[in-house]
């Protein structure tokens, strides 16, 4: 059952290994069911896909039925029964040309137990019972009640298909340093790109040229617009908002985060939740047994119990089989709940977390255990200068100028981190002269002379090699001592920063009942820093890839945990946990590829995010599936005593069918 065609209730999709072959964004809605073709039975009763013509032909059926209803008396007086016949034929068959042409199609690929030959076959009977009116309303409110259920289940599909509405499909690649449009597809990595103010950049790739804002939106959930200049990455499919930018390619479009999104999107639908499959079973069962049940009504008190019963005719007891057969249509069930599902998967998409199926939401539910990654899960996974420490009577900007005349020539990332952290507060790289020099000592720092006046930057160990007391102690990162000369200046403390949003994440996950933990290579210590700053729960430390893999066994794995990461190593993981969820911003493509769950702009409140997400999917197909079987059973016993007619039966269901749907459309919006 694809949960993009226009219409799901089709029994013959209801099995769990249905509609092996999709293409849940083709526009027809249609789709194959092994080696027999489909695209008789996309739903759409002949205007489905046309909403105005759909609106146009229900407008005058209701003007036709209604007009009947109002005359039926004076017809009837005029020109007997044959003419009222006549006359609510005309929107009976308006309204049932297309049903009867799809029950049609259903039974010449055997199945003969569906919605449409229940339409079809309660409402010939109707009409031989004489209740012409009862049949024409059963026609007319069903397909109201199904237009009104595509329309609802396009609403929850336009987030996804946002999503492709986002994908960029020329760019403006620079040949000589001239514009030349072409398909996205043809560009390659290493070209320049020009993306205008308004345009969506093209593909993944680095700022060489302009400055601008950029709104990632589409891509990350995050509706900041961020600020690029040369040297900023971007990613294709966000927008550029002012100025005009230069991008250089990191690759192809296929290696784009855009690409990755719209096949994960794409390949969602494919993966049903248990809960999905159960109601599929459940619904492949139910209609032959009300069928039978109906059967049973029908015959067995005209006679039987002709002689208990004092209205036991056949005309009675046929008629209240119809209303068994109208009521019992499982449209609510098999529409909303897949339709609750991908209403979770959208409304995550929404928020910047791609849901690779229904079956990761239901999984999301048996968690009782969220397990994370410390470095570039928790933390940033990049160093930064967290603390700058002057001796006495030493300012903060000498000791980091000290280390900016030792650290400038390095290409280490705490070097480079050091850089970063002076230019942001302006201050100027210092160029070498003739007789300066430069030289890193392995395992301890740099030494510079710039001017005559040498500079360290490095441990402890450095500084003692020339006669410098530093003191060392124990610091979550790295700690670069600095000297000049002889005199001790101070420190700096780099390291790899808790995210600002952590903390909060694991707060509202211990809220939702859940425990944390923390799983890591890195040594005792700044694990022990980084599950205290966060506020988990425990951690373990200093393990190998492989003893990552048995710490997570124990911890719940495939039974009760979910976990975090974003390195390669995490893959293993990923795939034995319960739920993996990777952060796809900087997480590598193993992890991406196999991970349940994708979190674009690495937060970690979106993992409390998505749990809530689930949770809301879960509550709202079980109120839909005890509100569809409650109300169908009540309205059932209540046709088989006498006390519903087809007027009420068709209304119920009808009903019945809105309200599971408006209920399921309700997580888009929370």
């Known amino acids: 059952m694809s949960i993009f065609s226009p219409k799901t209730c089709c029994p013959a999709c209801s099995g769990e290994a249905a509609c092996p072959s999709r293409e849940p964004f083709a526009e027809s809605g249609a789709h194959a069911h092994g080696d027999h073709s489909h695209d008789s039975h996309d739903h759409s009763h002949d205007g489905a896909e046309d909403p105005k013509r759909e609106i146009r032909l229900l407008a005058l059926c209701s003007v036709l039925f209604f007009g009947a209803l109002i005359l039926e008396d004076r017809i009837a007086g005029l020109a007997g029964r044959a003419g009222v016949y006549a006359v609510f034929a005309v929107p009976y068959f308006l309204c049932g040309v297309s049903i009867f042409r799809s029950a049609w199609e259903q039974a010449r690929k055997g199945s003969w137990l569906n919605e449409f030959t229940l339409m079809c076959g309660a409402t010939v009977t109707a009409v031989a019972l004489g209740q012409l009116p009862e049949a024409v309303g059963v026609m007319l409110f069903y397909r109201i009640g199904e237009f009104f259920q595509e329309r609802a289940s396009a609403g929850s599909r ?13 760019a403006h690649v620079l040949e000589n340093g001239v514009p030349v449009q072409k398909r996205v597809e ?25 400055e601008s804002q950029v709104d990632q939106s589409p891509l990350t959930g995050e509706s900041v617009p961020l600020s690029v200049a040369p040297g900023s990455a971007v990613l294709g499919g966000s927008v550029n908002l002012s100025g005009v930018l230069t991008v250089e390619a990191s690759g192809s479009f296929a290696d784009t985060h855009m690409a990755r999104i719209l096949e994960m999107v794409e390949h969602a639908a494919t993966r049903k939740s248990p809960t999905e499959r159960f109601i599929t079973r459940f619904a492949r069962y139910y209609t032959p047994a009300v069928v039978a049940a109906a059967f049973l009504v029908a015959v067995i008190p005209p006679l039987f119990l002709s002689g208990v019963l004092a209205d036991a005719t056949f005309h009675t007891w046929v008629y209240r089989a119809l209303v068994m057969l109208v009521i019992s249509c499982p449209c609510a069930l098999i529409i909303s709940i897949p339709l609750g599902y991908f209403g979770g998967i959208g ?76 230019r942001k507060r302006g201050l100027p790289e210092p160029a070498p002269g003739p007789g300066d020099s430069v030289r890193e000592v392995p395992g301890k720092g740099m030494e510079a002379v710039i001017n005559g006046r040498r500079f360290l930057a490095g441990n402890a160990a450095l500084l003692a090699a020339h006669g410098v007391a530093a003191e060392d102690h ?32 694991v707060a509202s996950l211990k809220r939702q009942g859940m425990s944390t933990w923390m799983l890591t290579g890195d040594r005792e210590a700044s694990a022990a820093w980084a599950a205290e700053e966060a506020g988990l729960g425990g951690f373990t430390a200093e393990l190998l890839p492989e003893g990552k893999v048995e710490a997570m066994r124990k911890l719940g794995g495939t039974e009760s945990a979910a976990f975090v990461g974003d390195g390669i190593n995490d893959a293993p993981i990923l795939a034995l946990s319960r739920v993996g969820i990777a952060m796809g911003g900087m997480g590598s493509e193993a992890a991406i590829e196999a991970a349940d769950a994708v979190i674009l702009n690495d937060s970690p409140a979106k993992v409390a995010e998505l749990f809530r997400i689930a949770k809301n999917v879960r509550a709202v197909v079980w109120q839909n599936i005890a509100l569809a079987l409650g109300i169908k059973t009540a309205f059932m016993a209540l046709g088989i005593v006498g006390l519903s007619g087809l007027w009420e039966a068709v209304f119920a269901d009808v009903g019945v069918a809105l309200l599971a749907v408006l209920n399921a459309t309700r997580v888009m919006n929370k």
Do not use: C
Request: proline share 5%; net charge positive.
């Open 186 to 210: 043809e560009v390659e990595k290493g070209q320049l790109v020009q993306v205008r103010a308004g345009e969506k950049i093209p593909l993944d790739g680095l700022v060489t040229a302009g």
């Open 347 to 422: 409304a995550a998409s929404r928020r910047g977390i791609l849901v690779k199926g229904g079956n990761v939401l239901d999984g999301l539910m048996h968690v009782n255990t969220v397990v994370f990654d410390k470095t570039g899960t928790l933390t940033k996974g990049v160093f930064e200068v967290v603390r700058i420490t002057p001796a006495p009577g030493v300012s903060e900007e000498a000791v980091l100028r000290a280390a900016l005349s030792a650290e400038s020539s390095s290409n280490h990332p705490i070097a480079r981190s050091i850089l970063a952290h002076a």
């Open 158 to 170: 336009r987030s996804i298909r946002g999503l492709l509405a986002s994908k960029p499909t020329t």
């Open 474 to 505: 124990y610091h979550p990162g790295a700690l670069v001592h600095v000297a000049e000369g002889s005199a001790y200046l101070g420190s700096i403390l780099v390291a790899d920063v808790i995210r600002p949003e952590a903390k909060a994440a």
